[in-house]
């Protein structure tokens, strides 16, 4: 499966962001999907993980309550919703796929991430 991850941009802190993942290549609902993020010096990190039907979801304790993670699969896309962003989440951010549900690693595929920078 390819991905493509989109809708980065540059937004005041407390802002909104939505990120979507476009999926092609493969039945879309054979994978669980998951973001992550990797900021400047910093090691890529977990962000959240998206069941195959989108009825669970999983979140690193930096971002619960803030960012909702979510998928269309009619669409073949999953979103990240980033509401009450701060500085420190300021990174790029790559979507991901895996056939197993529940993983923070390990994914098998990834698509190239998208820009998101929070000013102060």
């Known amino acids: 499966v390819q991905l493509q991850a989109s809708g980065g941009g540059l937004v005041q802190a407390g802002g909104s962001l939505r990120l979507s993942c476009a999926a092609s290549?493969?039945?879309?609902?054979?994978?669980?999907m998951g973001w992550f993020r990797q900021a400047p010096g910093k090691e890529r990190e977990f962000v959240a993980a998206?069941?195959?039907?989108?009825?669970?979801?999983d979140y690193a304790d930096s971002v619960k309550g803030r960012f909702t993670g979510s998928r269309d699969n009619a669409k073949n896309t999953a979103y990240l919703q980033m509401n009450s962003l701060e500085s420190e989440d300021t990174a790029v951010y790559y979507c991901a796929a895996h056939r197993m549900y529940g993983l923070r690693d390990g994914y098998d595929y990834w698509g190239k991430g998208t820009q998101v920078t929070v000013s102060s």
């Open positions: 998206i069941s195959r039907t989108g009825r669970f979801t």
């Open positions: 290549g493969d039945t879309f609902s054979n994978y669980a």
